[in-house]
């Protein structure tokens, strides 16, 4: 089954910085990258997700960038701001009904 | 307000009990899942249901049965708690199956004694 490796498991920055996180997949039939944050109490938030016909997606602040080849794919965040802290979460998709397979969580802490 | 939601939010019950945790959503979609919460493994997904009265398992199905009678609903029971199944559960929705997005409820604390 698919394997998801997810890079750092913490991350602290400077608000203003900013902050990438890295994930790789096993099956080359994965085809849905939705990235997800979570804060304390709270369900899992889709953020942003990527197809694996795109290389790279871009809303305000958030990235995806997308490698099939190198199997990887990462999360961008500029101009970090404190309430960007939370637990993000990647995952990857290729089965027929959707089923997500996630990455271990990163812990972002953005320090004022 | 439309979206989806769980109940309880908190449950404390006894080993060897069945309980039954909740989930609703309104926005019609074909697809919901459940998935369990634990440190060290992350979320996991335990059943999933594309459609009314079309239910089928998923990575950690033992223990657990599910049920879709109706499109909104898809209830989880645990028949016998085990002290195992401590941990966070939250419930899915998506529009339809393949690279669609889900969303996710706010989820369910639950331990077992």
């Known amino acids: 089954g698919e394997n998801v490796e997810q890079h750092p498991s913490t991350l602290s920055v400077q608000e203003g910085d900013s902050a990438v996180i890295k994930c790789t997949y096993s099956?080359?039939?994965?085809?849905?990258f939705p990235w997800y944050k979570q804060e304390l109490g709270k369900g899992p938030q889709l953020i942003i997700d990527?197809?694996?016909?795109?290389g790279e997606k871009k809303d305000q602040r958030i990235a995806v960038t997308l490698n099939k080849t190198a199997k990887h794919f990462s999360l961008h965040i500029t101009e970090t701001q404190p309430e960007d802290s939370a637990v993000y979460f990647c995952?990857?998709?290729?089965?027929?009904?959707?089923?997500?397979?996630f990455g271990q969580g990163t812990i972002l802490t953005v320090h004022p | 307000d439309a979206g989806i939601t769980q109940s309880p939010r908190y449950k404390i019950t006894e080993t060897g009990r069945q309980v039954t945790l909740m989930c609703h959503q309104t926005?019609?979609?074909?697809?919901m899942f459940w998935y369990r919460q634990d440190l060290g493994h992350g979320l996991r997904l335990i059943y999933y249901?594309?459609?009314?009265?079309?239910?089928d398992k998923g990575e950690v199905p033992d223990g657990y049965v599910v049920s879709r009678s109706k499109t909104e609903n898809f209830p989880l029971t645990l028949e016998s708690a085990t002290r195992s199944q401590t941990s966070v559960y939250f419930c899915?929705?998506?529009?339809?199956?393949?690279?669609?997005?889900?969303?996710f409820g706010d989820g369910t604390r639950l331990s077992i004694l």
């Open positions: 899915a929705s998506s529009e339809s199956g393949a690279d669609q997005p889900q969303h």
């Open positions: 990527i197809r694996s016909n795109v």
């Open positions: 249901s594309a459609a009314a009265d079309i239910t």
């Open positions: 926005w019609s979609h074909s697809y």
């Open positions: 995952a990857a998709s290729g089965t027929s009904y959707g089923k997500l397979t």
């Open positions: 099956d080359s039939a994965s085809n849905y």
